[in-house]
């Protein structure tokens, strides 16, 4: 049985993704350096041709969520939230962001009866504890979330 993608695809050959041509890095991060430290730490280096990248600024601020990253798992591609290159937000939260979206490439959905589907299913959050700084990165989120909402 073929498996099922998670997330839509990103499809590289639009016009509007051409010209958005989103680096990996920041004024503050270097999204590509992160990933390759995430990745022989917490994957043996197991995860292959995957674009980390900022995503594009908006306009307006989210009011009431904030979504820091995602991945496309057919193209492989993860994006962060470009508020979150800035100096104030801390090194190992951002590591802990990637780390994130790069566990979904890794750890399988749950399909629900309805047709849905559960990605933190208790294997993923297993597994995300399993970062070091797990508690304080999600203590961080919690105390700053407002700065990114407007």
Known sequence: MAKKTKRKIAYRT??????LNLPHEGKHF????????????????????????????RKHRPKD????????????????????DQAFVPRWFLKYVLYHEM??????DKPLRNGRRRVHTEEFN?????????????????????????
């Open 14 to 19: 639009l016009p509007m993704q051409r010209q």
């Open 30 to 57: 270097d999204l590509g350096e992160m990933f390759n430290q995430l990745n022989k730490r917490y994957f043996r280096g197991r995860l292959h041709n995957y674009k980390v990248e900022w995503g594009r600024r």
């Open 65 to 84: 969520h904030f979504v820091f990253g995602t991945i496309q798992e057919e193209d492989r591609v993860i994006r962060i939230h470009p508020l979150l």
């Open 103 to 108: 566990l979904h490439s890794v750890v399988p």
């Open 126 to 150: 297993r597994r995300e504890r399993q970062f070091r700084g797990y508690h304080r990165a999600r203590r961080w989120e919690e105390q700053n979330l407002a700065r990114f909402l407007r």
